[in-house]
Structures are given as structure tokens and as C-alpha cells.
């Protein structure tokens, strides 16, 4: 065995926190973590808390991330294990395709993560909010992470291709169905704009 | 839910990663996509001393034919295999079973290697590995070797891999002459793991008899379940209704044999030996009646 703590040791020990580098919405965060920590755990310490914990072994869906531009689980994904890829969390979302708000409409005041600084809710999470998708909202990032992988990756995926990976997550809310038409709706108003 | 905890290092190669298992001893595990060894620690079910994180390693990322005979690295994610538009004909089942694994980011990061290391007997690959008569390469520091898939899934989530080594390939031999396979299963919700699955691969000749026959089930026994006499039977034969229906009845007893034997000692949850049965009926002639139409 390498002496632990040694340059050349390639372990890094278990009880010893690590500092991990991390590429998440295109800026750099540093997180302290035990190798044995979730990258979901090391967003949520590093106050990057819209990434939700619900199951915590894969099956709920609620901490879904992008990771290199694919949807994961970011319970099931270790936070040393993400060094090296781009991570985008719903933090990361509003902003991005910006819409005019209307009179009245929420712009969030850049606090909790909420949108702030003149950012703006994103087409996905516009379709959301307009269509009922969300009540309770604990299911919301993990599905708005899901539902922008899979239009980036897959724009003209079919209805039943939309359910099937939408039935990825857990909402029990909604029923489910206002979730596949706003992911729905969004694929089309994309479309029309020919984006 | 946390994992308990264990040194990590991230291997660059597989050499270094043979090296890191070595040097960690018995207690030590790769780590792949993480898809099942990350739950299984959160649940302290499996709690290894060190884990070599093989997930960076990109010469074993490959799907190529080799002589008629195709080879997939084992860090192929199912996504990729699930988007190998190429697998078609002898390949369709792998392409097929790749998609029916649990959820889509589960497929982002779940691993060929890891699901046939892993074994659960109700996993999709194992189940075509059996069908197609695939051979996995196990290295380690001091050498390779290659194992037949019947002699390598041993028991559930046991197989032939020693503590140092690791697959590094799964090999699926030249198919005979116009061999095609398709996958079925049956899950209650989608992304569920399978309660039955049958890989069927069938070569017809000109003649449209036909003249190599593989039936391999999952979710019904311990390992994946040939059911030979069901082979037997439609070998030499053409692929008629009443010559299908004769042999989903010979698969279906096959593994009602097999998950009798195994849902005594609990290891088939959900579902008694009855339901598996006639579902196992319904796979194998849903698949043979997709067999007997030319693609
Ligand atoms: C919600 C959910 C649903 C799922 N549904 C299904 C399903 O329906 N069907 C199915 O088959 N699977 C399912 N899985 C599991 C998934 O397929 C895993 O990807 C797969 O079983 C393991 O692959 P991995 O790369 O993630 O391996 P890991 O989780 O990293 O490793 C699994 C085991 O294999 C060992 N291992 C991994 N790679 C190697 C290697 N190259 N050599 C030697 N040992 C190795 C590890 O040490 C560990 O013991 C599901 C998982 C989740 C979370
Ligand atoms: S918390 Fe990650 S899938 Fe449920
Ligand atoms: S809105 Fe409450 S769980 Fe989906």
C-alpha cells in the first residue's frame, strides 16, 4: 500500500476532505468533500440548493443535473468523479433564452438561487409555470433539468419519446401529463421560431 | 442514504487501473458509470475498502465488427449502445436490450461492463450474451483471459471475476449465415427492472428452415436460462405458428423450472413461478412471430 498523503499516492483517503474543482454553469466552484460525497452533496454545501435530494439511490429523479450535456443523477454520481465535466443545474437555467416578462410577471431578486439581475425564467421553465407543471415544485429542477437534455439532444423526439424519458422522474403532483405537454409545448415553439 | 467510506483513485488506463486494484487488495472495487454500485452503498450493502474509478478511461469505449463477430469495450454506455444504429440483424437484441434499461440517465452513465459485472438476474445484457453465445475478456496485472457467458454468471451478482481483475470486452462470436435476434421483456412501469425478457435469435435458411436457434430468458432464474428444449424443438423446422407456439410453451416451463427452483430460496422477487411462466409464453412468441417476417 502507498504511504497515504504521499505526492505520488493516486488514493485520496477516505475520511479526508478533498478540494474538488468543479465547471458547474460555466463558472468554477470549489467544494471540500469527503470522496465519498454525492455531487449532489457538494452542490447543495456549496449553497447551490435547487438540485433537490429525494431518494438519494437513483429512482426519483429529483436531483437531476446535466453532465456534459446529458441528464444523470446526481445522487449516483460521486463529486470527484464530476472533475473534468461541465455541470449545468437549474440555477443555470434562467437567463438562457430570455423572453420579455410581461407587466407583473416574476423576476426573482438573485437570492436562493432564483433568478436575479435582470435574468429571466427560461422557455422551459416559462412552459412550467404557464402550464401547471409544477404545485409542490420539490420534482421541478430535476424535471426542467431532464426536459432541457432531452430537447437539446433529441429537438424532434416523438410524443411517446418525450413520456418515455420524461418517465424518468417522479412528480406526485401533477399527474404527470401538464409536465409532457409544457415539454411538449416548448418543443413546438421552438420549432416555430426554428431554433 | 450515504455511502460509507472508501479511498478513491481514478485510473487513466487500464494498466493503472489493474495496478490500483492490485495494490488496494480484496476489499477493493471498480467503480464504472456508478449506476448500481453507488445505490448499493447508500443502502451499506456493499461497503469496499477502495474504489479505482475506471469511468475516464476512453481506449474501451468502442463498438467494431471483427471479422463478422462484433466486440464492445466495457465502458460503452447503454445510451450508445441504445444509438448504434449499426446493430441491426444478429446485433438487433443487444441494440434493443440496451434500451429497455431502466431510465434514460440511467443509460447516460450505466456501463456494458458494469451491467454484465454486476450480474443482477434480472439485467437485459446477460440475457443477450446468452443468446448470442458472447465470450467476456477478464484482465488483470498478470494476464488475460476469456470465459464463456454461461460459465461466467455464476449466481446472482456472482460471477467468474476474481478481486483483481477486470472486463475489459464482451466478444460476440460470427453469427451463421442470416442469424437475426430481437429482445423482448415485460416491466410494470417503464424503466422497471424486467419481470421476464427473452433475447431469440434465429438463423432461417433460403428455405426458411430453421438452422441455428437460441432462446435465453432473464428474470427467471438465478443466471440467464437457455431454454434448450425450446431450441431444439424449432431447429431443423420452419418458424410456423403452431411450430412458435410449441416452443414459448417448452421456454415457459423452462423457466417456470428455474424460477420455482429460485423464488424458493427468495431470489426472484415480484411475482410467483406462474406469472413468470406465461409471461415468458408471451415474450418468446412475440419474438419468434417478429423472427418469422423478413426485415
Ligand atoms: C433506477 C435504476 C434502474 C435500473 N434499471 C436497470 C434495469 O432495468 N436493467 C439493468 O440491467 N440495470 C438497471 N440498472 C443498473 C444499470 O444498468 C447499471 O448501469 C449497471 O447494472 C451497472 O453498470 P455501471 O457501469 O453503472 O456499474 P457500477 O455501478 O459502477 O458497478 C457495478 C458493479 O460492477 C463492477 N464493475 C463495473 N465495471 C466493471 C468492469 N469493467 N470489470 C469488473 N467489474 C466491474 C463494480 O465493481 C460493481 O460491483 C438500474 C439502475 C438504476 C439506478
Ligand atoms: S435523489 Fe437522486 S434519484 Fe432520487
Ligand atoms: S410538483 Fe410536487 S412532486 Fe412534482
Known sequence: MNETGSRQDPWLPPLDPVTVELDVNDSLVTCTVEPRRTLADALRGAGLTGTRLGCEHGVCGACTVLLDGRPVRACLVLAVQARGSRIRTVEGLSGEREEPTGPGEYEGNGENGEPGGGARLSDVQRAFRDGGALQCGFCTPGFLMLAQGLLADEPDASAERVTDVLSSNICRCTGGVPIVSAVRAVQRARKEAGS | ?295
Not at chain 2, 446472482?156 to 423482448?184: H, K, N, Q, W, Y
Open chain 2, 1 to 295: 442514504m450515504k455511502p460509507p467510506p472508501f479511498a478513491y483513485a481514478r485510473a487513466a488506463g487500464v494498466p493503472e487501473a489493474l495496478a490500483l486494484l492490485r495494490d488496494a487488495g480484496e476489499d477493493a472495487k471498480i467503480l464504472a458509470g456508478g449506476q448500481s454500485l453507488v445505490p448499493l452503498m447508500a443502502y451499506r450493502l456493499a461497503r469496499p475498502s477502495h474504489l479505482v474509478d475506471i469511468g475516464r478511461i476512453t481506449t474501451h469505449r468502442y463498438v467494431r465488427g471483427d471479422g463478422g463477430g462484433l466486440r464492445v469495450g466495457a465502458l460503452v454506455r447503454h445510451l450508445e449502445l441504445e444509438r448504434a444504429t449499426g446493430l441491426t440483424g444478429p446485433w438487433q437484441a443487444l441494440r434493443e436490450a440496451a434500451g429497455r434499461i431502466g431510465h434514460h440517465p440511467v443509460r447516460v452513465r450505466g456501463t456494458c461492463g458494469g451491467s454484465l459485472a454486476h450480474a443482477d438476474p434480472s439485467a437485459e445484457l446477460p440475457v443477450v450474451a446468452a443468446a448470442l453465445d458472447a465470450s467476456v475478456t477478464l484482465q488483470s496485472a498478470d494476464g488475460t483471459r476469456t470465459v464463456p457467458a454461461a460459465d461466467f454468471f455464476l449466481a446472482p451478482f456472482i460471477t467468474a471475476l476474481e478481486p483483481d481483475e477486470m472486463l475489459v470486452e464482451v466478444a460476440f462470436p460470427a453469427p451463421p449465415p442470416g442469424l437475426r435476434s430481437v429482445f423482448e421483456e415485460f416491466q410494470v412501469h417503464s424503466g422497471d427492472f424486467a419481470l421476464a425478457s427473452a433475447a431469440v435469435a434465429v438463423a432461417l435458411d433460403g428455405d426458411g428452415v430453421a438452422t441455428h436457434v437460441r432462446v435465453a430468458l432473464g428474470s427467471v432464474g438465478p443466471v440467464p436460462v437457455r431454454a434448450r428444449e425450446a431450441e431444439e424443438a424449432l431447429t431443423g423446422g420452419r418458424l410456423t405458428e403452431r411450430a412458435a407456439a410449441e416452443a414459448a410453451r417448452l421456454a415457459a416451463s423452462a423457466a417456470g423450472a428455474a424460477a420455482g427452483s429460485s423464488a424458493a430460496s427468495g431470489e426472484v422477487p415480484g411475482g410467483g413461478a406462474d406469472f413468470r411462466r406465461e409471461l415468458v409464453r408471451t415474450l418468446v412468441t412475440r419474438a419468434l412471430d417478429r423472427l418469422k417476417e423478413k426485415s
